[in-house]
């Protein structure tokens, strides 16, 4: 079966301007989270939504905000821009909440680029 | 609140070689621990885990990591490997309660030499 897909792979964006990143979860995966990887902060992460609600934050600004459809394809969105959102964004999906028994299956990310 | 260390950020090992990947975590309460692989430009792929049960738990290409509650590591190990294990190792840990954050480690480059 599929597996997590995320679009776009590649990202160049302006300071200043917003940017909206899309996941895809493998079908039958109601659960997304979403983190941020960089050299310097290593993998963060933002947001975990699960049938359409906001179960978990991360500590990032409120300029990250993401949201959940009722096919579980999930988004994340960056307004005003800043050189340090320069990223890989992943995506990671589960059946369900938790990383029990099913745990989560990562996408390849979003590399967005702030020049 | 939890944490993880991983020791060495680089580790060079020659083809045929074991090697271990150091991860200790911190942690007032039990949490489950993970080890994920990422390949260049590519996502996390899930190694193994440990959830409860046998402290020893083993992935399908060889690898196995040891948990030890009195030390509180998680530590990495392969007894030979291959060039196409080159890749970046991340230990993670999660709190069994149903929450789908994990916390990660910075990261440890495996780099295998021929």
């Known amino acids: 079966k599929a597996g997590v897909t995320q679009t776009p792979r590649y990202l160049i964006k302006t300071r200043g301007q917003q940017v909206t990143l899309s996941c895809s979860p493998i079908s039958g995966h109601r659960s997304v989270s979403w983190y941020q990887q960089t050299p310097g902060q290593g993998l963060q992460f933002l947001f975990e939504y699960f049938s359409e609600t906001q179960r978990n934050k991360g500590n990032f600004p409120g300029r990250f905000s993401g949201r959940q459809f009722s096919n579980s394809r999930s988004e994340m969105n960056v307004s005003t821009l800043e050189l340090g959102d320069s990223a890989l964004y992943l995506c990671?999906?589960?059946?369900?909440?938790?990383?029990?028994?099913?745990?989560?299956?990562f996408g390849s990310g979003t590399r967005l680029t702030v020049v | 609140a939890q944490s993880v260390t991983q020791l060495d950020s680089q580790v060079p090992v020659f083809e045929e070689a074991p090697v271990e990947l150091r991860c200790n975590y911190s942690?007032?309460?039990?949490?489950?621990l993970f080890w994920y692989v990422q390949y260049p430009n590519q996502g996390l792929q899930l190694l193994l885990k440990y959830l409860s049960g046998s402290t020893l738990v083993e992935s399908i290409n060889g690898f196995e990591a040891e948990f030890n509650k009195s030390q509180t590591s998680f530590h990495l190990r392969k007894p030979s490997v291959h060039i196409s294990d080159t890749a970046e190792y991340f230990c993670a840990v999660t709190l069994p309660s149903n929450t789908g954050k994990l916390i990660f480690g910075q990261g440890t480059t495996l780099q295998v030499k021929p």
């Open positions: 942690s007032s309460v039990s949490v489950y």
């Open positions: 990671a999906s589960s059946f369900e909440p938790g990383q029990g028994r099913y745990g989560y299956t």
